[in-house]
Nanobody, 116 residues
Framework: QVQVVESGGGLVQPGGSLRLSCAAS????????MNWYRQAPGKERELVAA????????NYADSVKGRFTISRTNAKNTVYLQMNSLKPEDTAVYYC?????????WGQGTQVTVSS
């Protein structure tokens, strides 16, 4: 069956870094666009970063450009989100999403808290 599992969240001080990982199985990973979303308390879920199936194209929300980097290793069915210069407003549950046409597979989310 399809599994999408995030890891790497935690508590970090402002200005710090975290690397999120998302391991996928049960579908042809290399044919799916992979996305990272986040949802802060009381706010709607927002798209943070996206990477094309072959990893040749990436897109970022304006709020994270220059600080976050999305990457993928298709041989390992894994996508990453490197987060640098973290700010308190980056605090949220981060979700991994696999998308191909009308198919969407979601992970359970991992909490990222940026606080001193």
């Amino acid at each position: 069956q399809v599994q999408v599992v995030e890891s790497g969240g935690g508590l970090v001080q402002p200005g710090g870094s975290l690397r999120l990982s998302c391991a996928a199985s049960g579908f042809t990973f290399s044919t799916f666009t992979m996305n990272w979303y986040r949802q802060a308390p009381g706010k709607e879920r927002e798209l943070v970063a996206a990477i094309s199936s072959a990893g040749l194209s990436t897109n970022y929300a304006d709020s994270v450009k220059g600080r976050f980097t999305i990457s993928r290793t298709n041989a390992k069915n894994t996508v990453y989100l490197q987060m640098n210069s973290l700010k308190p407003e980056d605090t949220a549950v981060y979700y991994c999403n696999a998308n191909r046409w009308s198919l969407h597979y979601w992970g359970q989310g991992t909490q990222v808290t940026v606080s001193s």
